[in-house]
């Protein structure tokens, strides 16, 4: 017997946003994921361009993270700069930043600098499509909106550039949506499960940016946490579940 859309959707566990599966939707995806790739071709060559604080900074720091890691040593101390430093204990490094420490420890150095400059990109995109679906924009406003963010001229030039400010910016939208997808959500496991998916996103914003950057992504998340809750409490959602 074969079931319609409409009744495979009905039969999909309340955690699965309906939208996720629509073909508009995953059509939309699929022309964000490709215009990403396009718009960022030079990430494909062999050059690759970087601003002096990634150059100088970050990336040392990261290619010093994924040696350890691929070396099955977790990195406490670097000996290499300021005649010695603490490592592990310092947030700017990248430990505990899971994009660095994956990308470092099983790629070359460039490649590894290209996939985190293309995954912020992508994560920023993607993640903005989905809050404002969830928020109820159809797919053209949600395309033009995650575009209009992944594409701002802040975050594309960070992202070559000050990782401090890319960890921020590229997880913050996430962290939204976790947070709006556990206030809509009626099951207590449910809810749980999107607080965790915010929780993963703030504490990589705190892995890239203990300071300032986290300062300011907490208070927008409590602002956000409180308007939704309190002012403006969702209703039944038109993309979402039951």
Same mark, same amino acid.
């Given at each position: 017997? +074969?079931?319609?859309?409409?009744?495979? %959707?009905?039969?999909?566990?309340?955690? !699965?946003?309906?939208?996720?599966?629509? =073909?508009?939707?995953?059509?939309?995806?699929?022309?964000?994921?490709?215009?990403?790739?396009?718009?960022?071709?030079?990430?494909?060559?062999?050059? !690759?361009?970087?601003?002096?604080?990634?150059?100088?900074?970050?990336?040392? #720091?990261?290619?010093?993270?994924?040696?350890?890691?691929?070396?099955?040593?977790?990195?406490?101390?670097?000996?290499?700069?300021?005649?010695?430093?603490?490592?592990?204990?310092?947030?700017?490094?990248?430990?505990?930043?899971?994009?660095?420490? !994956?990308?470092?420890?099983?790629? @070359?150095?460039? /490649?590894? !600098?290209?996939?985190?400059?293309?995954? =912020?990109?992508?994560?920023?995109?993607?993640?903005?499509?989905?809050?404002?679906?969830?928020?109820?924009?159809?797919? @053209?406003?949600?395309?033009?909106?995650?575009?209009?963010?992944?594409?701002?001229?802040?975050?594309?030039?960070?992202?070559?550039?000050?990782?401090? #400010?890319?960890?921020?910016?590229?997880?913050?939208?996430?962290?939204?949506?976790?947070?709006?997808?556990?206030? %809509?959500?009626?099951?207590?496991?449910?809810?749980?499960?999107?607080?965790?998916?915010?929780?993963?996103?703030?504490? +990589?914003?705190?892995?890239?940016?203990?300071? +300032?950057?986290?300062?300011?992504?907490?208070?927008?998340?409590?602002?956000? /946490?409180?308007? %939704?809750?309190?002012?403006?409490?969702?209703?039944?959602?038109?993309?979402?579940?039951?």
């Amino acid at each position: 017997m +074969q079931l319609s859309g409409k009744a495979i %959707r009905a039969r999909l566990p309340a955690i !699965v946003p309906v939208f996720v599966l629509r =073909h508009a939707d995953l059509a939309t995806r699929f022309l964000l994921f490709a215009l990403t790739a396009v718009t960022d071709s030079n990430l494909f060559r062999t050059e !690759v361009t970087l601003g002096s604080d990634a150059a100088t900074q970050y990336y040392p #720091y990261y290619y010093f993270l994924g040696e350890s890691l691929s070396s099955g040593e977790i990195p406490g101390w670097n000996p290499y700069q300021f005649s010695g430093t603490p490592f592990a204990a310092d947030p700017l490094p990248g430990w505990t930043y899971l994009p660095a420490m !994956v990308l470092f420890s099983f790629l @070359p150095l460039t /490649v590894a !600098v290209k996939g985190l400059m293309f995954s =912020h990109l992508l994560l920023a995109g993607l993640s903005t499509y989905a809050l404002a679906r969830t928020l109820g924009m159809g797919f @053209p406003g949600a395309f033009l909106a995650a575009i209009g963010y992944e594409y701002s001229g802040l975050f594309y030039v960070q992202n070559t550039c000050c990782l401090q #400010y890319i960890g921020v910016m590229a997880w913050l939208p996430l962290a939204l949506l976790g947070a709006e997808l556990a206030i %809509r959500s009626s099951r207590w496991l449910y809810r749980g499960l999107w607080w965790g998916l915010s929780g993963l996103a703030i504490s +990589q914003i705190l892995a890239s940016w203990f300071g +300032q950057g986290s300062y300011y992504a907490l208070l927008a998340l409590g602002g956000y /946490v409180a308007y %939704r809750t309190l002012l403006s409490p969702p209703g039944n959602p038109p993309f979402m579940w039951g």
